[in-house]
T-cell receptor, first 115, second 113 residues
Framework: NAGVTQTPKFRILKIGQSMTLQCTQD?????MYWYRQDPGMGLKLIYY???????DKGEVPNGYNVSRSTTEDFPLRLELAAPSQTSVYFC??????????????FGAGTRLSVL | GDSVTQMEGPVTLSEEAFLTINCTYT??????LFWYVQYPGEGLQLLLK?????DKGSNKGFEATYRKETTSFHLEKGSVQVSDSAVYFC????????????FGRGTSLIVHP
């Protein structure tokens, strides 16, 4: 089972460049999330989606955009990369909150450096 | 708002030592509580969970008990191994079907042979 797949695993950007971090899941989960993880700071939610065509901002959305055209895919777009966006980015998904199914499934992460 | 507080790391132990990582939370009602583990270079994965007061979650020798009276969910293991070296995250999901979890900052565990 593939689960949540993120690409690329590593990327170096120059200031002002743009890129898209890809995330796809094969579990038919409605809910998907993007987090960033800075050293010693835990996870911060950037954007989330509760289904195709529906997205909403998390705690730290500035400088990022998302789209959700299908259930499987939830790409994260950086338009004008800045050094402050150097981080490790994680995509996650989860099934709808039926019963006790509140478990999130994470991808392996994308390590991004902006120089 | 909801919050999760974990003890600062790193926690450094010798193999076979007893492990406790403290986690306390602030939330309304009875949230679901989780421990996730992140091994080096990987994403987070669920370690264990508990969904109501006095529940005990357990997995791979790790245990945590949902204590409503102290709003805590401390992670314990009787005898750690080098392979347990990782970062551990405590998290909560509020009751009522919310889809936004709250994570603690994570506690790094280093186990020496």
């Amino acid at each position: 089972n593939a689960g949540v797949t993120q690409t690329p695993k590593f990327r170096i950007l120059k200031i002002g460049q743009s890129m898209t971090l890809q995330c796809t899941q094969d579990m038919n989960h409605n809910y998907m999330y993007w987090y960033r993880q800075d050293p010693g700071m835990g996870l911060k939610l950037i954007y989330y989606s509760v289904g195709a065509g529906i997205t909403d901002k998390g705690e730290v959305p500035n400088g990022y955009n998302v789209s959700r055209s299908t259930t499987e895919d939830f790409p994260l777009r950086l338009e004008l990369a800045a050094p402050s966006q150097t981080s490790v980015y994680f995509c996650a998904s989860r099934p709808p909150p039926t019963g006790n199914k509140n478990i999130q499934y994470f991808g392996a992460g994308t390590r991004l450096s902006v120089l | 708002g909801d919050s999760v507080t974990q003890m600062e790391g790193p926690v450094t132990l010798s193999e076979e030592a007893f492990l406790t990582i403290n986690c306390t939370y602030t939330a309304t009602g009875y949230p679901s509580l989780f421990w996730y583990v992140q091994y080096p270079g990987e994403g987070l994965q669920l370690l264990l969970k508990a969904t109501k007061a006095d529940d005990k979650g357990s997995n791979k020798g790790f245990e945590a008990t949902y204590r409503k009276e102290t709003t805590s969910f401390h992670l314990e293991k009787g005898s750690v191994q080098v392979s347990d070296s990782a970062v551990y995250f405590c998290a909560l999901v509020p009751p009522g079907g919310s889809y936004i979890p709250t994570f603690g900052r994570g506690t790094s565990l280093i186990v020496h042979p």
